[in-house]
């Protein structure tokens, strides 16, 4: 079941507009629970707003699915080693991505690949999931996770997957060398990656992620601005 960029239509009286989010869930939990679940930063926009500030337990909404943007790899895939990039709210499909990443792992009981977050936003505060992706660094082989803070000084207390630094040239470097121990193709071919914040953001990396020798076309962004 792939994981699709979901489109959410509300109804609210006397706006006719559609929200777009995107889950960060992971796939299998709306099979096995029936449930997704979103992560939505507020703002005015209306259908965000309604979202934020009305929105109660037993309201309806309709759910649109649709989008080219989402990790649903073929059997042979699945020893790709993995890049996951994002920039402040752009976790939520990144998380998802991750979270399935590992339930495939789990059915194949194989040698995981290398699987790695760099995750930027512009204060703590911003920081969403911290928890459950440490979580899933620590119980999982090959997985690495790094926060990266950007407008804010150093806490004496944050262990080392902490830099208050923006995304940069070396650390993108950093990850192409921790390549999985089995894989037995050039980094250029092995590594998929998949991206999401803002559009400075993702062109920049994407720039930095072809010098490095990164193929286009095995760099996934999701462009929803």
């Known amino acids: 079941m792939p994981l699709r960029y979901l489109m959410v239509d509300l109804s609210i009286p006397g706006v006719d507009i559609v929200g777009g989010y995107s ?7 709306l099979v096995s629970e029936k449930s997704i679940q979103l992560a939505i930063k507020s703002s005015p926009h209306p259908p965000t707003q309604w979202m934020c ?5 037993g309201d309806v909404v309709s759910v649109r699915v649709g989008g080219d943007y989402y990790y649903d790899p073929a059997p042979a895939e699945c020893t790709r080693d993995l890049l996951f990039i994002a920039g402040g709210i752009g976790i939520n499909p990144i998380l998802s991505m991750m979270e399935h990443h590992v339930y495939l ?4 009981k194989g040698n995981s690949p290398a699987c790695q977050l760099l995750y930027s936003t512009k204060s703590l505060n911003d920081l969403l999931f911290h928890d459950q992706l440490a979580a899933l660094a620590q119980h999982n082989c090959n997985m690495f996770v790094d926060f990266h803070i950007t407008t804010e000084k150093p806490v004496s207390t944050h ?12 650390d993108l470097q950093l990850c192409l060398s921790r390549r999985s121990s089995s894989s037995s193709v050039s980094t250029s071919d092995n590594f998929s990656c998949y991206l999401c914040g803002p559009q400075h953001m993702v062109d920049d990396i994407t720039s930095t992620l072809q010098q490095l020798g990164i193929h286009l076309n095995n760099i996934n962004a999701e462009k929803w601005w």
């Open 159 to 170: 262990c080392d997957t902490f830099k208050y630094h923006r995304i940069t040239q070396a």
């Open 105 to 108: 792992q789990r059915l194949q």
């Open 23 to 29: 889950i960060c869930s992971p796939p299998h939990q």
């Open 53 to 57: 500030t009305q929105c109660k337990v």
